[in-house]
T-cell receptor
Framework: GAGVSQSPSNKVTEKGKDVELRCDPISGHTALYWYRQSLGQGLEFLIYFQGNSAPDKSGLPSDRFSAERTGGSVSTLTIQRTQQEDSAVYLC??????????FGPGTRLTVL | AQSVAQPEDQVNVAEGNPLTVKCTYSVSGNPYLFWYVQYPNRGLQFLLKYITGDNLVKGSYGFEAEFNKSQTSFHLKKPSALVSDSALYFCAVRALWGQNFVFGPGTRLSVLP
C-alpha cells in the first residue's frame, strides 16, 4: 500500500517568509509525528498527534512553528517568519498506536 | 521522561566482521524499542522492534537486536557486515501505548571493504 508522502520534496525560501509543509500519512494510522533533522544531526522531535487527543507540542522550538492535523489525516507544519537556522529536513511519520509505522521521504527546507 | 543514548558517534568495521551498534535507554515501565536506518540521501527505514516476548529480535537485512532489561540496552548486531550496511542508525524508544517516540542521536556505521 501507499506509504507516508510529503510535499514539497524541496523548498527554498527567503528569510522572513512563511512556509507550509504537508504530510499525508498512511491510511488508517492514528498517530502522526513531525521531526526535523539538521545536516549531520540526529532526529529532533517537533510534534505528535494521536487520534483525537490534544497534540504533544513539547518539541516545537518556538512559537513560529505550528502544526495542524485535519480530519485525523493530513497534517500541515507551518513555519512563520523563517530563519536560516530553520534549514533542515523535516520528516513526517505515521503509525498505529504502539507500532513502528513508516516515515515519509522528508521535505528539505533551505532558508536563504 | 524517556531518553535514548547511543554512546558511539561512529563505528568502523571491516566487511565480513560482526558489527554491534549500541543503544541504552531510560523509560518508566516496559519499553517499546526500535531500530531505524537512514541510508545516504534516503528516508528513514524501519529495521526491527521489540515489544514483548523473546529478547532476541530479528529484523530486516540480516540485523538482529538483543533486549537486555537489567542493562537497559538494545544493541543492534549483525554477524557479518556488508559495505552496503554503511549508514546512519537510530535507536528509538516509546514508553507507553500511544506515546511519542524518542530517538537517540544516531550512530554512523562505516563498513570498510
Amino acid at each position: 500500500g501507499a506509504g507516508v508522502s510529503q510535499s514539497p520534496s524541496n523548498k527554498v525560501t527567503e528569510k522572513g517568509k512563511d512556509v507550509e509543509l504537508r504530510c499525508d500519512p498512511i491510511s488508517g494510522h492514528t498517530a502522526l509525528y513531525w521531526y526535523r533533522q539538521s545536516l549531520g544531526q540526529g532526529l529532533e522531535f517537533l510534534i505528535y498527534f494521536q487520534g483525537n487527543s490534544a497534540p504533544d507540542k513539547s518539541g516545537l522550538p518556538s512559537d513560529r512553528f505550528s502544526a495542524e492535523r485535519t480530519g485525523g489525516s493530513v497534517s500541515t507544519l507551518t513555519i512563520q517568519r523563517t530563519q536560516q537556522e530553520d534549514s533542515a529536513v523535516y520528516l513526517c511519520a505515521s503509525s498505529l498506536a504502539g507500532e513502528s509505522g513508516g516515515f515519509g521521504p522528508g521535505t528539505r527546507l533551505t532558508v536563504l | 521522561a524517556q531518553s535514548v543514548a547511543q554512546p558511539e558517534d561512529q563505528v568502523n568495521v571491516a566487511e565480513g566482521n560482526p558489527l554491534t551498534v549500541k543503544c541504552t535507554y531510560s523509560v518508566s515501565g516496559n519499553p517499546y524499542l526500535f531500530w531505524y536506518v537512514q541510508y545516504p540521501n534516503r528516508g528513514l527505514q524501519f529495521l526491527l522492534k521489540y515489544i514483548t516476548g523473546d529478547n532476541l529480535v530479528k529484523g530486516s537485512y540480516g540485523f538482529e537486536a538483543e533486549f537486555n532489561k537489567s542493562q537497559t540496552s538494545f544493541h543492534l548486531k549483525k554477524p557479518s557486515a556488508l559495505v552496503s550496511d554503511s549508514a546512519l542508525y537510530f535507536c528509538a524508544v516509546r514508553a507507553l501505548w500511544g506515546q511519542n517516540f524518542v530517538f537517540g542521536p544516531g550512530t554512523r556505521l562505516s563498513v570498510l571493504p
